[in-house]
């Protein structure tokens, strides 16, 4: 009985320390993650993950980063242009898919990309003429078709590639990409140093932070350009989407679709998206300025105070019940019904892009500002700082 005895001390010291051995290591191993988490030069694998897409013809390496959160969303982002590549969400029996349009190849982006999925700068949409006049000097812009500048010009921000830096936050997935456009870039002046902050939340949000400083005097008009399609399937157009627009009026356009300078109310017109409605149900409606766009291709005043950070557009997918709310501080949003999609272009899964496949909802200042006194202003000064902040939730009904 005493022998038994004795040979239990050693057999329960055994168990006993091995038992703290296993604490410490759980402990390491935790302590290890938590380091991962909070150290900006590595990824938590579960939340980000860094792969290559391919390089430029000068070698540059261009890299995807795809952000995570734990409902299941994933935000695919490559280096080149910042653009959207990939974009999943629910629909209202949990379901994920891909709902932005977009290319599986940097080849294809290369080839002639109608700005899918892209950061667009240094000024998005269009500046009448390729010219603008600050402090008495006209500056000369690369025009479109020899008629107007768009997006920035002939390699504005979607056509560079940015650097990236990717971290897990208490908040979510985050990558910050940056680019410094040299003075008299695409004919624009300042050297202007600009960082777009992607955060993908636990709560199926996208935040988009733009910010931006000059050593020059100079204009600054940011915005995101995915094309959404929120059926998941790419065959199909968007004007089975409802869709809201938090606005009262809506910029009229000339023939070359630059402001005329007119705030139009929207009441009695096409344009009234104020209670939401489908986007096709008007839209072939005989009207001068949906015949000038081909459609929807028109800038909307939002009802929202300068800077107020509010709901300025919310579409919805009645057959999958997505829904996406679109948050903005800008005081307008572009909303683009993908009118001249023509087929040409290669979609996933072996088909193609036809017309109005997606719709763009871009939030910005107006178009032509520069050129249009009574529009709010996009001047930057050296020592101010530009920034912008829009937030994309997803939804279900």
């Not at 240094?122 to 603008?132: E, L």
Request: proline share 4%; aromatic share 10%; hydrophobic share 30%.
């Amino acid at each position: 009985m005493e022998h038994g005895h004795e040979n239990n001390v050693p057999i329960f010291i055994f168990v006993f320390l091995l038992t703290l051995l296993n604490l410490g290591c759980k402990k390491s191993k935790k302590e290890s993650q938590s380091n991962m988490i909070t150290d900006n030069t590595q990824m938590d694998s579960d939340s980000i993950i860094k792969t290559t897409f391919g390089a430029m013809p000068d070698g540059t390496q261009v890299e995807k980063y795809t952000l995570k959160n734990p409902k299941g969303m994933e935000v695919d982002v490559i280096t080149y242009g910042g653009i959207i590549t990939r974009w999943t969400a629910p629909d209202k029996t949990g379901k994920y898919e891909d709902v932005v349009l977009g290319f599986d190849d940097l080849k294809s982006y290369l080839d002639g990309n109608p700005f899918f999925g892209a950061l667009v700068g240094r000024y998005c949409n269009r500046i009448a003429k390729g010219k603008f006049n600050l402090d008495g000097k006209t500056y000369t812009l690369a025009t479109n078709n020899g008629e107007n500048h768009l997006h920035g010009g002939l390699k504005g921000f979607d056509k560079a590639v940015w650097k990236a830096e990717a971290k897990s936050t208490k908040k979510g997935s985050v990558l910050e990409l940056t680019y410094t456009s040299a003075d008299g870039e695409e004919g624009y002046p300042g050297k202007l140093d600009v960082k777009v902050t992607y955060t993908l939340t636990d709560d199926n949000e996208l935040e988009v932070l733009y910010e931006a400083k000059t050593d020059k005097a100079t204009v600054v008009n940011l915005t995101q350009h995915s094309y959404f399609n929120l059926s998941g399937n790419f065959t199909q157009s968007v004007l089975d989407h409802e869709l809201f627009l938090n606005a009262g009026a809506f910029l009229t356009v000339d023939a070359g679709l630059i402001p005329t300078g007119e705030l139009k109310p929207v009441v009695g017109t096409p344009f009234d998206f104020t209670t939401a409605h489908l986007i096709g149900q008007e839209i072939d409606s005989r009207n001068e300025q949906l015949q000038l766009g081909n459609g929807y291709d028109h800038c909307w005043v939002l009802n929202k105070k300068e800077r107020e950070f509010e709901l300025g557009a919310r579409a919805y997918h009645p057959t999958t019940g997505r829904v996406l709310e679109v948050y903005t501080d800008e005081p307008g949003v572009q909303f683009y019904s993908g009118n001249f999609l023509d087929g040409t272009l290669p979609a996933q899964k072996g088909s193609i892009y036809g017309k109005r496949a997606g719709f763009c909802l871009e939030t910005q200042h107006y178009p032509d500002s520069p050129n249009q006194p009574s529009f709010p202003s996009v001047r930057l000064n050296p020592g101010e700082a530009y920034t912008s902040k829009t937030t994309f939730k997803f939804l279900t009904k």
